[in-house]
């Protein structure tokens, strides 16, 4: 399969624990991106790769949150302290850029976070 | 920043009856237009796109869409529903600068097909 693909595909924690979340994009994609999608709402937009370098973060990425992607490939996304309010679907999608760019994301199955 | 409206959380329809799911957007210079589809436990799949061109789109799986400027409106249309057609659908809006990628999604529309 090369698609989009996540890990772990569901996560129970508690409150106050750190947790972290894998995304390895389709492997010629240089854009990476994370979204977050809340029960009965659509997915909001979190951060962005261009390779190696993150380009932007919205303001729902609280100082507890920090995502990388150190090589340009894989992404990880880590919640830290967590708390009940961050229990969501967080979505990984990649998209090439430039003359290649179809205009489309590519979203993986998600990993779903409870914080009890 | 763009926002998406879509007006129906819930449409209930009929096998093989007709579906439009309306989709509208806040006012940009140029824009690039998405349908989303996502069926239980999986990921959100591309139904359609609109980036230039003829404004009426047409997707995977029968459904088109038309772009309407004037209207900043992106409504989905299928004439003839399926009962694997029962999933949620996304509109997203993305500007059409550097930047793009940075989708707004409107909240989702959940489509129920009964026979």
């Known amino acids: 399969d090369t698609g989009v693909s996540q890990d772990p595909r569901h996560k129970i924690t508690k409150r106050g624990q750190n947790v972290t979340f894998r995304c390895d994009p389709i492997?010629?994609?240089?854009?990476l991106y994370w979204y977050r999608q809340t029960l009965g709402q659509g997915p909001e937009f979190l951060t962005y790769?261009?390779?190696?370098?993150?380009?932007?973060k919205s303001r729902l990425l609280s100082d507890r949150f920090s995502a990388e992607r150190p090589k340009g490939s894989f992404s990880t996304l880590e919640i830290q302290r967590t708390e009940q309010g961050d229990s969501a679907m967080y979505l990984c999608?990649?998209?090439?850029?430039?003359?290649?760019?179809?205009?489309?994301?590519?979203f993986g199955e998600g990993s779903r976070l409870t914080v009890l | 920043a763009q926002s998406v409206t879509q007006l129906d959380s819930q449409v209930p329809v009929f096998e093989e009856a007709p579906v439009e799911l309306r989709c509208n957007y806040s006012s940009s210079v140029s824009v690039y237009l998405f349908w989303y589809v996502q069926y239980p436990n999986q990921g959100l799949q591309l139904l359609l796109k609109?980036?230039?061109?003829?404004?009426l789109v047409k997707g995977i799986n029968g459904f088109e869409a038309e772009f309407n400027k004037s209207q900043t409106s992106f409504h989905l249309r299928k004439p003839s529903v399926h009962i694997s057609d029962t999933a949620e659908y996304f509109c997203a809006v993305s500007d059409s600068d550097d930047s793009w990628g940075k989708f707004q999604f409107g909240a989702g529309t959940q489509v129920v097909v009964t026979p």
């Open positions: 492997s010629e994609h240089n854009r």
């Open positions: 609109y980036l230039s061109g003829s404004t």
């Open positions: 790769f261009q390779n190696e370098a993150q380009l932007e």
């Open positions: 999608a990649s998209s090439l850029t430039g003359d290649a760019n179809t205009g489309e994301l590519f």
